[in-house]
Nanobody
Framework: QVQLVESGGGLVQAGGSLRLSCAASGRTFSRNAMGWFRQAPGKEREFVAVISWIGGSIYNAEAVKGRFTISRDNAKNTVYLQMNSLKPEDTAVYSC?????????????????WGQGTQVTVSS
C-alpha cells in the first residue's frame, strides 16, 4: 500500500521559515514526479510546486515568487519544500502528491497518490 506522509508543518511568524517533508513508502518513487499543493480555508486547492525524478521543477511563480524551493532525496524516497519569507497568506494545509510516472503537471487531478496534509499557519 502506497503512503505519503507529510511532516514539518506548524505555526510560524511572518518572515519565518519552515521545511516540509513528504516520506513515501510502499513503493519507490525515485523516478516519479512529486508535487506540493496547498488549500486554505474556503479556497480551492492550489498548486505550489512539482519536481521530476532528476530534479527539474516547476513552481507556482505567482504564489511563491522564489521564496519556496522543492527538492528531493531519491535514496530516502522523500520530497521537501523549503519555505522562506513566509506570509500570512501562505497559511494552508500543505499536501504532497505523487504520480505513477515522471510527467510534471500543475493539475491536482493528474496525481495518483496523496498524503493527508500538514497544517502551516503563519501569524502576522
Amino acid at each position: 500500500q502506497v503512503q505519503l506522509v507529510e511532516s514539518g508543518g506548524g505555526l510560524v511568524q511572518a518572515g519565518g521559515s519552515l521545511r516540509l517533508s513528504c516520506a513515501a513508502s510502499g513503493r519507490t518513487f525515485s523516478r516519479n514526479a512529486m508535487g506540493w499543493f496547498r488549500q486554505a480555508p474556503g479556497k480551492e486547492r492550489e498548486f505550489v510546486a512539482v519536481i521530476s525524478w532528476i530534479g527539474g521543477s516547476i513552481y507556482n511563480a505567482e504564489a511563491v515568487k522564489g521564496r519556496f524551493t522543492i527538492s528531493r532525496d531519491n535514496a530516502k524516497n522523500t520530497v521537501y519544500l523549503q519555505m522562506n519569507s513566509l506570509k500570512p497568506e501562505d497559511t494552508a494545509v500543505y499536501s504532497c502528491a505523487a504520480r505513477r510516472d515522471s510527467q510534471l503537471f500543475r493539475d491536482a487531478g493528474k496525481y495518483d497518490y496523496w498524503g493527508q496534509g500538514t497544517q502551516v499557519t503563519v501569524s502576522s
